[in-house]
């Protein structure tokens, strides 16, 4: 079946710092892959997507790239902001029936 | 467009009370999607919708639960009778690759 394991948290950085959050998948044929953030009470907010190899999704400063070799969709920005405090989490969806498969959530906390 | 909006924001009710949550997708998205989030258990998808007609109810924890859809701008999820095991944020989502979700009910069973 579909499943992603992304990296364990909390992650805390200082502002202006370099983030990476690893993510990798497990998947049949060719799914489409997701990153949501979520904000202290609220609910998901799709960040950005990718629907097939090499394709690169972008929002926000935040990039991740869909890499079909190592099965991998990690996320970057290169410098995170107090704003950016939330729960990331990575996901994918297959290309039938659209249902999501989630990571466990990365916290990352961004200190000034 | 007003997003998908959920109802209540927040519940609390007392062990063996029925409760519905209620969910309106956004007009034209023809997936509508329940999911859980607990700190245990993260997010899981509990049912789902294809032009109102429940495709995959297997994450439906128990018979307790149940989920409707009488038309493409409504949907419920009943839990009856409700157990402090339920307590959990419920989400809404619709759309497809890649949803929009809701903000959220957030249930405590005492």
């Known amino acids: 079946g579909n499943s992603v394991t992304q990296m364990e948290g909390p992650v805390t950085l200082s502002e202006e710092a370099f983030l990476t959050i690893n993510c990798t998948y497990t998947a049949t044929g060719y799914p489409s892959l997701f990153w949501y953030v979520q904000y202290p009470g609220e609910g998901l907010q799709l960040l950005l997507k990718a629907t097939k190899a090499d394709d690169k999704g972008s929002n926000k400063g935040f990039e991740a790239t869909y890499r079909k070799e190592t099965t991998s969709f990690h996320l970057e920005k290169g410098s995170v902001q107090v704003s950016d405090s939330a729960v990331y989490f990575c996901?994918?969806?297959?290309?039938?029936?659209?249902?999501?498969?989630f990571g466990a959530g990365t916290t990352v906390t961004v200190r000034a | 467009d007003a997003g998908v909006i959920q109802s209540p924001r927040h519940e609390v009710t007392e062990m063996g009370q029925e409760v519905t949550l209620r969910c309106k997708p956004i007009?034209?998205?023809?997936?509508l999607f329940w999911y859980r989030q607990t700190m245990m258990r993260g997010l899981e998808l509990l049912i789902y919708f294809n032009n109102n007609v429940p495709i995959d109810d297997s994450g439906m924890p128990e018979d307790r639960f149940s989920a409707k859809m009488p038309n493409a701008s409504f949907s419920t999820l009943k839990i009856q009778p409700s157990e402090p095991r339920d307590s959990a944020v419920y989400f809404c989502a619709s759309g497809f690759d890649g949803y929009t979700f809701g903000s959220g009910t957030r249930l405590t069973v005492v």
């Open positions: 996901a994918l969806s297959g290309r039938s029936d659209y249902k999501l498969s």
């Open positions: 007009s034209g998205h023809d997936y």
